[in-house]
């Protein structure tokens, strides 16, 4: 992959006017091997979420948008008549394959650089990533599909189901430390062994626009014979792969664009970033969040699109928001007795942001001038257990459950640093 890459100025042509984004996009600390070249990647744009789908459309499953009128009602309850009301329209990714939204990037990713390589030189080298469970996944998945080698490198504090899910496509799994140097080190040691190909979790065009994949699902499916659109909707932030990729399907759409993230111990890092003056990407997060999807940090691509705008529309990502432990808690409890469906914690920080966030609901109640906003929100995974679930709401403190939460390794520890999901 080259040093520096630059996405091309491309006008969009649609309904609307016409927008153009020309992000600049630097490439990851890796070196040894890395990704398809940047310069052979869609540019960031629309019609390039259009053109992922299509190719990754035979791989991955059309998931189900559901509804409930209780949760709509609950969360346009207030104290005064003030406050924001909203119907809101859930995309179900914790039904995709591998139980997340990942596989949408990860099919995009083995796919293109079988077209740049060749399915041969791709089976021959195989592919490396590092990740906490849902990436590490839908990878193996992919990599499975086309009988190409999958090194999966992961932390040991990642969840027993995630390492499991894991273990059912590839038998190469490496475990490592925490913290950025350690997964970094293994990977490299893996490269120079193999001659893998590195596919990172979300830091990448190719990652980006497959997952923005879901965005133009939900579109499509909440618009039907509507003339309108959504008005909102709200997206888990940890990389923010799911995030970049989402707000540049809708960069030339009026749907606003929000990411959403764990406050606890610093995992709102985007908030927190984009809040300085001037904004300033953070490159550490040290979080054990139950969220545990979104323990990383923004990484440089995704930023680039959280920090663009256009001129028609403004900022592709409108604002970010977070909620705290205990809010998503009682937002995956809700999701769960009344939505019916079984989701992971950071698949419910959207809601939780919803329902809780304060800053949030004032923005949204400012904007609706008394109507009622129609929103979706990305369940992002399903990957977690009974156990920790159970753990979650007290009723079981032992280690057994804290290992299922992913809050203590396979030795004992609990260190932990920007762990991609």
Not at 5 to 17: D, E, K, T, Y
Not at 36 to 61: F, G, Q
Not at 242 to 250: H, V
Request: charge should be neutral; glycine fraction near 10%; aromatic fraction near 6%.
């Amino acid at each position: 992959m080259s040093a520096v890459g630059v996405v091309p100025l491309i006008a969009i042509r649609s309904r609307r006017p016409k927008i153009s984004l020309n992000l600049i996009l630097t490439s990851s600390t890796h070196t040894v091997s890395s990704m398809a070249d940047l310069s052979t990647t869609l540019p960031l744009i629309p019609e390039s979420v259009h053109r992922a789908h299509e190719k990754i459309k035979p791989y991955i499953h059309h998931t189900p948008v559901l509804t409930s009128r209780s949760i709509n009602q609950i969360a346009s309850s207030s104290k005064d008549h003030a406050g924001p009301r909203f119907n809101i329209y859930f995309k179900c990714e914790n039904l995709q394959r591998i139980g997340a939204f990942k596989a949408r990037g990860a099919f995009h990713a083995i796919l293109h650089l079988i077209d740049e390589l060749g399915i041969e030189q791709v089976r021959r080298r195989g592919v490396v990533t590092h990740s906490s469970g849902n990436h590490a996944q839908a990878l193996a998945l992919a990599a499975s599909e086309f009988q190409i080698p999958a090194h999966i490198v992961m932390p040991t504090i990642s969840t027993p189901s995630k390492i499991a899910g894991t273990q059912a496509y590839t038998s190469h799994i490496y475990f490592s430390g925490s913290t950025s140097q350690e997964r970094e080190a293994v990977v490299e040691g893996v490269i120079r062994k193999t001659g893998a190909i590195l596919v990172p979790p979300y830091d990448h065009p190719d990652i980006m626009l497959g997952q923005g994949t879901s965005a133009l699902e939900l579109y499509e499916q909440y618009s039907g014979g509507k003339d309108q659109g959504l008005d909102a909707v709200l997206v888990p932030c940890g990389g923010g792969g799911q995030l970049s990729g989402i707000a540049t399907f809708f960069a030339d759409k009026p749907t606003l664009v929000f990411g959403c993230e764990p406050s606890y111990q610093g995992g709102n890092d985007a908030e927190r970033g984009l809040s300085a003056d001037p904004p300033e990407r953070i490159e550490s997060v040290k979080t054990l969040t139950i969220a545990d999807g979104l323990r990383t940090p923004l990484g440089v691509h995704p930023w680039a699109v959280l920090t663009s705008s256009t001129e028609t529309k403004g900022k592709l990502v409108e604002r970010v928001f977070s909620a705290s432990e205990d809010e998503i808690k009682q937002a995956l409890r809700l999701v769960c007795e009344r939505l019916k469906v079984f989701v992971e914690p950071s698949a419910v920080v959207p809601l939780a942001v919803v329902l809780y966030n304060q800053d949030f609901r004032r923005f949204a109640a400012e904007r609706q001038h008394g109507e009622v906003w129609e929103i979706g929100i990305i369940l992002s995974g399903g990957n977690t257990t009974i156990d920790a679930i159970v753990g979650m709401f007290g009723r079981d403190k032992t280690e057994n459950a804290e290992r299922a939460e992913g809050k203590v390794g396979l030795d004992g520890t609990r260190d932990i640093e920007n762990v991609a999901g």
